[in-house]
């Protein structure tokens, strides 16, 4: 290439670059009121935790705070087997559920195998404040909880004891894909300072073994937040999930240029090709980028992702990985 279409070249390519960045901020500044425009974005169909996330971002709260308030709409509902009050137990019949946090300075905090407290993000989150540690795991966190004024509950409902019992009949463990164990939530918010921020919460696996710990709390894992570039989250399969630190993964690939679809994308594929039995198990991230752009995308047929921006919840079903 010469000298003289090398410029010309590089001169479209500028053009392109400015134009790509000027769609972006489009997209981040709110035209009425000039300002960032918040975004929430979460795994499954949660309508109503993601509405809150996105009410409490437009209302000016940051974008943990945000999160969090999300978050605790399904670990309250009764419906959702998967996520605190209510969930699935393991197999010796006992509730433990795992959550994590990080906010827009690398700040994160997790706990995991908490029994009898239900807004676990919540707790998570006063790990990161108020404690010297990231982790807190079992009896450790259940007591730090209580000292952080959080109240005992029995999580065991009467339906979950139900579906427990017959359970047992059979002791079965193959869990059917997106019907059992797929109601994780993370949410992923920016606020209208433009700052990135996420919270993850789930009883992981219903009937897992007794100290199982899933992808959800696992910083990287199950969630991850870059202030500079962007963050995700994932729900699944949390044994495949960690195997590919497949959030950090989806963060990096967007650092390195990906879009967040692209980098949902790439990181499904990556499980898919490593993992001896892809069709056997279901594993989705959601991804958001710096500019407010958003990615969704699962190994099979049946994911989607709520998100919430400009006022509207959207549900969008996602595009998958396994054809059959
Ligand atoms: C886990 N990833 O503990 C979680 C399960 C999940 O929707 O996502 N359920 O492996």
Known sequence: MDRRNFIKKSSYGGVALSLGLHLAACRSINAVSGKINPISICTWGFVDANAAAGRALENGNNALDAAIKGVNVEEKDLKNTTVGNGAAPDREGNVTLDASVMDHQGNCGSVVYVQDIQNVASL???????????????????????????????????NSKNQYREWLK???????????????????????????????????????????????????????????????????????????????????????????????????????????????????????????????????????????????????????????
């Open 124 to 158: 998570a989150r006063e790990v990161m404040d108020h404690s010297p540690h990231v982790m807190l795991a079992g009896d450790g966190a259940y007591q730090f909880a209580i000292n952080r004024g959080f109240k005992k509950q029995n999580l065991l409902t009467d």
């Open 170 to 324: 059979t002791s079965k463990y193959k869990p059917v894909i997106n019907i059992e164990n797929h109601d994780t939530i993370g949410v992923i918010c920016r606020d209208i300072n433009g700052n990135l921020s996420g919270a993850c919460s789930t009883s992981g696996l219903a009937y897992k073994m007794p100290g199982r710990v899933g992808d959800s709390p696992i910083i990287g894992a199950g969630l991850y937040v870059d202030n500079e570039i962007g963050a995700a989250a994932a729900t699944g399969l949390g044994e495949e999930i960690m195997k590919t630190v497949g959030s950090f993964l989806i963060v990096e690939l967007m650092r390195n240029g990906k879009s967040p679809q692209e980098a949902c994308e790439e990181a499904v594929k990556r499980t898919a090709k490593r993992a001896a039995n892809p069709e056997d198990f279901q594993v989705a991230y959601i991804a958001m980028n710096k500019a407010g752009e958003t990615g969704y995308y699962s190994l099979q047929q049946g994911f989607a992702m709520m998100e919430y921006s400009n006022g509207t919840n959207r549900r969008k079903e996602s595009a998958y990985y396994l054809k059959t």
